[in-house]
């Protein structure tokens, strides 16, 4: 923290004399020095600052991948330049790494000397007691009655006590033989020993959290209520993972979600607010392992073996039957849909391919031909809907009164070209919206109720609705070491900024008739301390210990 | 707890909280008062130019410009009339009562939600100012600070005015992320650390208007003739900042504990997360400017104020223009 006690004084206008050429060895020492000094450790802290900012302004590919897509669709150009400079990872940048290591180099490079310095500095000796002590920030004399050398015992133990280090000054000459002894006292070496933990530790935070992003993983998985997932990778939705990260490190648990519940407020100020999303699960740390319950909560995950899963985002998912014209189930099931307002109108569509059945009659004649007659349906879900001029939305998110809004596509769904499409969004280039007497056909269901697809495409049937919830399974690795390493910076800053340096002397010399004179002086080698009334407690405490002595202000009779 | 016995301790609240404000302009006029009525004492001679701060380039000793004499509570000002004084006294009264109604705000609020009142911007702003106003109460016990006073209660004032108009929302529960005991820590510490850097602003700002008329070498008159020296505002504004740099680091070490629990990860560069970073590492700033030869006095103020204006920005800008984990503020 005060590396400018230990540096040589700078002059603020280097002196205008060209200074002689310098070798590779001096250029590299200069270097070297110019990294390791203050102001260059000044200017980095400002720069990674500044070099945070623009993250919290560009959407990040690593939280927010969605808008980094949005933003390259909008304004391709600025996205291209916006890539060229790694605005979209700023935090894994070249640029930001470089910064970021460069102070810390700069730290270590200014640590390990002080290191030394300071361990130097905790064993040597307290400086002896300067000859003329009255000429110390605070000062007291007075004359006690009591021969120097129990004096001098005393102030040694009150020192003691007030956890001074104290040798006995040998400086001065013999004990009580007309001459003076002195005590030389030191306090407060926990401060630079704090400031070195401080800097230190911020480089273990460092490691963890290089090990975390070698090591870690962070995967998420929507998982319909009555369903379950095995924490593999093929079963997540999606996976970022660290460079060293090896599938066989995961925990092999199972998990199946029995039953979600969410409770909204129906009333007071704030309706519609959720109150609570409860995950009751059954899961199985290992395939042999006995079943267990659990509720996941969203700030109650489950842990087993170094993985948090992690309760993130809800929905509902509305169950559907699709039936081709002969009444043939061709889907059966719920049909997670995507949340779009906090009252949960919900959008989602529904993929059924329509192959060539070769045991069907009618195979090959008008349906799962190679230009295709898949059926794809696009719908709104709505817990408690409302059709007004604003169009239909959902106005609470609780299920008051379920619809199903819906249209349906025909055509190729593109399903067999083997380019992944997301599962939410219907790849409409190869469809053709179904009309029902000229105009695009549009059904509003409630629970329970069917439409009838135009042009004898089948039917849809809205079964009801369940409700999904989304997992995040992560490790951090290096946790651990992150948190002790952050926790031994805020104690040693602690230390380092309240932990106050000070030196004391006390010098006693005989004075006619077995009395002694003694004189306290301190130092205070840190602003803002009451130093003045630290040498008056010693001075009262000293007197305190030598009971019965009366002491007498000096040039009194 | 019945829904009207929370309607009525909300209404309560709201009212304390219009009441301090109140208080706070009766306090702010009376010491604003003051200061004019010690400055224009009639026959006084102007205040000697004092000596001005060394900012001692060079100097082996740390603590160049503030030795332990510059901060003796020895007060600056001459004798002042007796209207002064009595102006004085009527400012340092009210400003406790204002702080005692905010307190009782702060408290019938949470007694109406039934938790830890600092769930939203509105709660966290009457909170923050509370603390400001405490803390500055706690500093003004050792050091003589009216002319500090008056711009840090404006400062709480215009907090007030602000949670009341734009942050205000009713009495409500806490959303699912926000319900854990995580809250009331990490929260608690954030807004500790932001009522203590906002005294520390106060005083840094000062510091610098202090040392700007030092350095003209005019006698100082006026406003400026009732400021304590820059070498002591800078002093001061030190030991706020190091008390409030602590409490800072634990807030964002409490939010990565509780973030690793709420959202599976200690860190994820969220809006937030990245703002209270560049806040910390300012302050750092701030810390070794102190220490840096050059450093001392006016340009550590500014990275001081550089650093508070960060603080200030996480709390307004985030939450209103970036959408991140943290968009609960509830506006």
Redo the contacts between chains.
Sequence with gaps: ?????TQA????VPPPVAPPPLGPVGMARWAWRQLTS??V??LL??L??LA??P???VP?R???PLAVGELAASNPELARWYERLGLFD??SAPWFAAIYLALFVSLVGCIVPRSRQHWRAVRARPPAAPRALERL?AHRRSTLDAPPSEVLAAAHAVLRRRRYRVVRDGADGPDGAGGAASLAAEKGHLRESGNLVFHLALVGVLAA?AVGSLFGY?AQVLVVQGGGFANTVIQYDSLRTGALFDPADLPPFTLRLQRFTMDF?DS???VG?????DAYVRWQPSPDAPTQQQHI?????LSTAGT?V?LLNPGYAPRLTVRDADGDVLFSGAVPFLPQDANFTSTGVLKVPVAAQPGRADAGADIGTETGADIGIEGLFLPTAVLDAAGPRSVFPEPRDPALFLTAWTGDLGLDDGIPQSVYRLDTSRMTQLRADGDLFRAALGVGESAQLPGGHGSVTFDGYTRWANF?V?R?AG?EV??VS??C??AG??AS??VRRRRCWVRVAAAPGGRSVVEVAGL?????????TEVEQIETQVRAALQGSRPRPEGAP | MS?ALSAQLAALSNNLVYAAMAAYTVALLALAAQLAATRTVPGEAPRPVREPVSVS????R??GG???KV?DPAPALPAASSRAERLARIGRSVLVLATLLLAGGVVARGLAAGRTPWGNMYEFSITGALVAALAYLLLRRRYPLDAVGVWLVAVVLLTLGLAVTVLY?????L???L??Y?LVIHVFAAIVSAGVFTVAMVLSALQIVAERAERTGRPLRGYLATLPAAGRLD?LA??VT??G??VW??AV?AG???A????????????KE??A??TW??Y??Y???R?????RGRRASVVALVGYA?LLFNFFG?NLF??GLHAYGGV
Excluded at chain 1, 524 to 532: K, P, S, V
Excluded at chain 2, 57 to 60: A, E, I, K, L, P
Excluded at chain 2, 260 to 271: A, F, I, M, T
Aim: proline letters at 8%; glycine letters at 8%; aromatic letters at 12%.
């Design positions: 923290m005060s590396r400018v006690l004084p700078t002059p603020r203050m102001r450790a000044l802290l400002f990674l600052a945070a900012i993250g919290s302004v990040q690593d939280s927010d700023v935090y920030p959290v962070r407020a007071g100020a704030q607010t959720p109150l609570d999303y909560r969203v700030n109650e995950p948090l992690h995040q992560s951090n946790k992150a948190l952050v926790l910076a805020i800053l602690t900024l309240f205070d080698r840190d602003a803002g301390g009451d130093l003045g | 829904q380039v060079g100097s082996s740390r603590d503030s030795s332990p901060l929302v009713p009495v409500g529960p959303l699912p992320a319900r854990s995580w002093a030190y030991r190091a008390f740099f602590p680091s634990f070490v990565a504990i509780w690793e629990v709420s959202w599976g990860r200690y860190w994820g560069w969220d809006p990245v703002w970073l560049v590492l300012v750092a700033a810390l070794h400017a220490t840096t030869a050059g450093w960060t985030v970036f959408a």
